[in-house]
């Protein structure tokens, strides 16, 4: 049974840093492309980064250049660092992961490319 559990949420000032932690379990980590979406009231999960199984990685626009995602294949772990946070950064964030032999890092970024997602921690920005 593949389980992801997203931990280190929490409040954080604008300007300020945070990191996401996902640990995975019941399959093998390194075979899987790994995924950071978000939901922020009101609006739809989006895409935040991902990181493929042979080191690519692709972020969306808003968060280019403050964040970072990373990962551990000895640990079954990949991180979200998050630098500069804003007050719209402010989310649940949810990680995913998906088998990547055929997967292309473009659908990285689409929800539906993911087959296995955690429960999501929630971030919050203040100004």
């Known amino acids: 049974q593949v389980q992801l559990a997203e931990s280190g949420g929490g409040l954080v000032q604008a300007g300020g840093s945070l990191r996401l932690s996902c640990a995975a379990s019941g399959l093998t980590f390194s075979s899987y492309a790994m995924g950071w979406f978000r939901r922020a009231p009101g609006k739809e999960r989006e895409f935040v980064g991902a990181?493929?199984?042979?080191?690519?990685?692709t972020y969306a626009d808003s968060v280019k250049g403050r964040f970072t995602i990373s990962r551990d294949n000895a640990k079954n772990t990949v991180y979200l660092q998050m630098n500069s946070l804003k007050p719209e950064d402010t989310a649940v964030y949810y990680c995913?992961?998906?088998?990547?032999?055929?997967?292309?890092?473009?659908?990285?970024?689409?929800?539906?490319?993911?087959?296995?997602w955690g429960q999501g921690t929630q971030v919050t920005v203040s100004s």
């Open positions: 990181r493929g199984r042979y080191g690519g990685y």
């Open positions: 995913a992961a998906v088998p990547q032999s055929r997967i292309t890092m473009a659908s990285l970024r689409l929800r539906q490319t993911y087959e296995y």
